[in-house]
């Protein structure tokens, strides 16, 4: 078999668009002598094609060992034993893998609580935005008390991203802790931060959201930010009347 160049093996890739390439084929292409990013690419071809996807990582794991591009295209394979073939893999040099963490943020409802305290124990913001990722998934088994204890260790750092995902988080509920929190998100310096959590509470409609919002038409200045509350008090208050 004549070994192809990055070029002509691209070209073959991106020509797929949606259709699956032989198994055979792909594993061929690959070679620890191409680029990351052309490896990448095969390792992704490879995961999307699921279970079968999956025993073919498998043993090219075993044969060319844990790269970071495995790891991405087993998180492509939904398949539980991918999920174990990463748990077993967690640490390198006693320090929790970054590209594994990420990795396993489909399978976040399932991984213990343990583990996620470890993730937020870590001071990195990557770790941080994947162990969000993660209680993306875990957050509906999960107490106010339990998930604000994780989201209360690192709001103090005020990083848009990570301000983001702590409202996407804390929007699908509905207690009046996590109002209160969205209150606090609302009065943010960044105008986007400010407008997502006040939108966040709109999308709350009970007394808890609609208290908030009332308190934060009284308390902001800015009269685009002003605007929004209004508009989410009013169809706050549609749903309040018709409930």
């Known amino acids: ?40 690419v095969i390792a992704e071809k490879i995961g999307m094609q699921e279970r079968k996807g999956y025993f073919l990582l498998e043993k090219m794991i075993k044969k060319f060992g844990l790269k970071v591009e495995f790891i991405e295209a087993l998180k492509l394979t939904n398949e539980k034993d991918a999920k174990d073939l990463l748990l077993k893999n967690l640490y390198q040099n006693n320090k929790l893998n970054i590209h594994i963490i990420n990795a396993l943020e489909p399978w976040g409802g399932e991984i213990e609580l343990t583990l996620i305290r470890e993730i937020f124990d870590i001071c990195e913001i990557d770790f941080w935005i994947a162990g969000l990722n993660i209680l993306h998934f875990k957050a509906h088994q999960l107490t106010d008390e339990i998930l604000l204890s994780f989201i209360d260790q690192i709001k103090i750092y005020d990083d848009f991203k990570i301000n983001y995902k702590i409202i996407s988080i804390l929007k699908r509920r509905e207690s009046e802790i996590v109002c209160k929190l969205l209150y606090e998100y609302s009065l943010n310096k960044e105008l986007e931060i400010a ?32 605007k929004c509350i209004k508009n989410q008090k009013l169809i706050s208050n549609q749903f309040l009347i018709n409930k």
Do not use: T
């Open 1 to 40: 078999l004549m070994s192809k160049s990055e070029s002509e093996i691209l070209e073959v890739l991106n020509g797929l668009g949606s259709k699956k390439l032989d198994l055979d084929i792909l594993f061929s292409y690959y070679s620890l002598k191409l680029s990351f990013e052309i490896r990448k």
């Open 195 to 226: 407008k997502y959590a006040i939108f966040s509470l709109g999308s709350i409609w009970n007394d808890n959201s609609f208290e908030q919002l009332s308190k934060l038409e009284n308390e902001i200045k800015d009269p685009s930010l002003l």
